[in-house]
T-cell receptor
């Protein structure tokens, strides 16, 4: 357990509505990541953060935005949810240093967009 | 682009040894990771290789050959609880430490 929680753990929403997922860590790690996991695709990076107010895009960032106003929280927002964003979303933190950094994952959020 | 390949499914017998292969073609290389993921749960870190050779950790070992773009995860003395998906991931470069994942290998252990 790397001190990561995600909320909500499950959510059902309708197409066109905004959705915000929250990732919370208790260990003051600098780097945080949002991934989505879909059958046949594996885990794909959406956005990541390297500090408060410092974020960058990953390989599947279209339709998503993020914010990090404090170290412990990293928010993922779907401005207008679409059915293609139905997925399992995982948050991760980077732990370690000196070239031995490893990512640890939160429990995930299952999102269904109808 | 990044390309990481691993078999989709494997089946092995309790008590046996199984080897899960991973091949990669990436824009750079700064480490290869293996994660275990039980159904409905988060991935959990198993191993990390950055230099060629074998890293052993209990019943699990991971091997890397950078020149061949190849790694394997070796699971010994299989137990029923080892039934899970095993994810191979490559870190192409330092800095943000972004990982690129394969689609995973679903291992089923049978009695």
């Amino acid at each position: 357990d790397a001190g990561i929680t995600q909320s909500p753990r499950h959510k059902v929403t309708e197409t066109g509505t905004p959705v915000t997922l929250r990732c919370h860590q208790t260990e003051n790690h600098r780097y945080m990541y949002w991934y989505r996991q879909d059958p046949g695709h594996g885990l794909r990076l959406i956005h990541y953060s390297y500090g408060v107010k410092d974020t960058d895009k990953g390989e599947v960032s279209d339709g998503y935005s993020v914010s990090r106003s404090k170290t412990e929280d990293f928010l993922l927002t779907l401005e207008s949810a679409t059915s293609s964003q139905t997925s399992v979303y995982f948050c991760a933190i980077r732990v370690g240093s000196g070239g031995k950094e490893t990512q640890y994952f939160g429990p995930g959020t299952r999102l269904l967009v109808l | 682009g990044q390309n990481i390949d691993q078999p989709t499914e494997m089946t092995a017998t309790e008590g046996a040894i199984v080897q899960i292969n991973c091949t990669y073609q990436t824009s750079g290389f700064n480490g290869l990771f293996w994660y275990q993921q039980h159904a409905g749960e988060a991935p959990t870190f198993l191993s990390y290789n950055v230099l060629d050779g074998l890293e052993e950790k209990g019943r699990f070992s991971s091997f890397l050959s950078r020149s061949k773009g190849y790694s394997y995860l070796l699971l010994k003395e299989l137990q029923m609880k080892d039934s899970a998906s095993y994810l191979c991931a490559v870190r192409p470069q330092t800095g943000a430490n972004n990982l690129f994942f394969g689609t995973g290998t679903r291992l089923t252990v049978i009695p």
